[in-house]
């Protein structure tokens, strides 16, 4: 820095170099302002959410629509046709079947689900030796991939080295080999079977974490006045996971709604179509054969379906909330 020689011309000349400093201290207060504002902030801090959201969810979705409203095919663009794909799609009986099978695939998993997913949390509830170590375990159908665990299920129901055939025959339960997945009404309970087994544990972990929620004192006061255990869970610990209940159930029907990986592995929707879901039925069209715009329409089919479950849940857990 030069001398300050007297006068107004020194004053500036030494005042000059400290010009960057404060303008880069300006900028640090606007973005500082910025930050504090907690509008600004939150766009800031979901922006990168909203991107991934609409390059993987909402354009996606919005293919489908296009595309189950054209005759796409695999390498034809095709051209717009309306709603033609739908009248075919439902039209269809294999996709009649479909939806039946959905329903009562999700229907009778939720219920199973459901019930020995209260009952592990519950258990899990109680304090006992190994708590820990049985906790960790239970975890292990859910946290195993999906294709992985279903392989060894597929082995486990094949009708030559089935170790659930080998165990009935020692048992003299059965007297001939059992084709599981190769008779349609066993295919089908062998389908479900693997979804409880593998959606337990979800079920289990989130009833738990909504039981310790719940104070001890107030089934301990329930237990003073003479409530016998199933009183005391149904009128004291029920009403108060309520709420937690319906959000995983909500999440657990979603899931299952749209399950594919489980049952390509284990049937590809076979034998004769007995096991097909939403979601097989639409890979086997649109991917297998290449009706890109008819695999799209009944991909499509889920979604009023599902939106109605949704609201209707959702308006059911409010309702359960506000009481």
């Given at each position: 820095?030069?001398?300050?020689?007297?006068?107004?011309?020194?004053?500036?000349?030494?005042?000059?170099?400290?010009?960057?400093?404060?303008g880069a201290?300006?900028?640090?207060?606007?973005?500082?302002?910025?930050?504090?504002?907690?509008?600004?902030?939150?766009?800031?801090?979901?922006?990168?959410?909203?991107?991934?959201?609409?390059?993987?969810?909402?354009?996606?979705?919005?293919?489908?629509?296009?595309?189950?409203?054209?005759?796409?095919?695999?390498?034809?663009?095709?051209?717009?046709?309306?709603?033609?794909?739908?009248?075919?799609?439902?039209?269809?009986?294999?996709?009649?079947?479909?939806?039946?099978?959905?329903?009562?695939?999700?229907?009778?998993?939720?219920?199973?689900?459901?019930?020995?997913?209260?009952?592990?949390?519950?258990?899990?509830?109680?304090?006992?030796?190994?708590?820990?170590?049985?906790?960790?375990?239970?975890?292990l159908?859910?946290?195993?991939?999906?294709?992985?665990?279903?392989?060894?299920?597929?082995?486990?129901?094949?009708?030559?080295?089935?170790?659930?055939?080998?165990a009935?025959?020692?048992?003299?339960?059965?007297?001939?080999?059992?084709?599981?997945?190769?008779?349609?009404?066993?295919?089908?309970i062998?389908?479900?079977?693997?979804?409880?087994?593998?959606?337990?544990?979800?079920?289990?972990?989130?009833?738990?974490?909504?039981?310790?929620?719940?104070?001890?004192?107030?089934?301990?006061?329930?237990?003073?006045?003479?409530?016998?255990?199933?009183?005391?869970?149904?009128?004291?610990?029920?009403?108060?996971?309520?709420?937690?209940?319906?959000?995983?159930?909500?999440?657990?029907?979603?899931?299952?709604?749209?399950?594919?990986?489980?049952?390509?592995?284990?049937?590809?929707?076979?034998?004769?179509?007995?096991?097909?879901?939403?979601?097989?039925?639409?890979?086997?069209?649109?991917?297998?054969?290449?009706?890109l715009?008819?695999?799209?329409?009944?991909?499509?089919?889920?979604?009023?379906?599902?939106?109605?479950?949704?609201?209707?849940?959702?308006?059911?857990?409010?309702?359960?909330?506000?009481r």
């Amino acid at each position: 820095m030069k001398s300050v020689s007297g006068g107004s011309g020194g004053a500036v000349e030494a005042t000059a170099p400290l010009a960057p400093l404060r303008g880069a201290l300006r900028r640090e207060g606007v973005v500082g302002r910025l930050l504090e504002d907690e509008r600004f902030l939150g766009a800031v801090l979901l922006a990168p959410t909203v991107t991934l959201l609409l390059l993987f969810i909402a354009y996606p979705f919005a293919k489908g629509i296009w595309l189950s409203l054209t005759s796409t095919t695999v390498g034809n663009p095709g051209d717009f046709v309306g709603l033609r794909n739908f009248y075919k799609v439902f039209a269809d009986t294999i996709f009649k079947q479909a939806a039946y099978n959905t329903f009562v695939y999700t229907a009778i998993t939720t219920v199973f689900k459901l019930a020995l997913g209260m009952w592990l949390a519950l258990l899990l509830n109680r304090h006992f030796r190994g708590k820990r170590l049985v906790r960790a375990s239970m975890l292990l159908p859910f946290i195993i991939p999906t294709v992985l665990s279903t392989f060894a299920w597929k082995w486990m129901f094949d009708p030559t080295f089935s170790v659930i055939n080998w165990a009935l025959f020692r048992l003299d339960l059965i007297t001939g080999r059992i084709n599981w997945l190769g008779d349609p009404d066993l295919a089908m309970i062998s389908i479900i079977i693997v979804n409880v087994w593998r959606g337990v544990p979800f079920y289990a972990i989130s009833l738990l974490a909504g039981l310790q929620t719940i104070s001890p004192e107030l089934e301990e006061a329930a237990a003073i006045d003479g409530a016998r255990p199933w009183k005391r869970f149904w009128y004291v610990t029920w009403p108060l996971l309520l709420p937690v209940t319906m959000v995983v159930v909500l999440f657990s029907v979603i899931q299952t709604f749209a399950d594919f990986q489980l049952v390509y592995v284990l049937t590809e929707g076979g034998p004769a179509n007995a096991t097909h879901l939403f979601a097989t039925y639409a890979y086997q069209i649109g991917v297998r054969t290449g009706l890109l715009s008819e695999g799209a329409a009944i991909s499509l089919a889920i979604f009023p379906i599902l939106f109605l479950v949704v609201l209707l849940q959702l308006f059911y857990i409010r309702r359960v909330e506000t009481r």
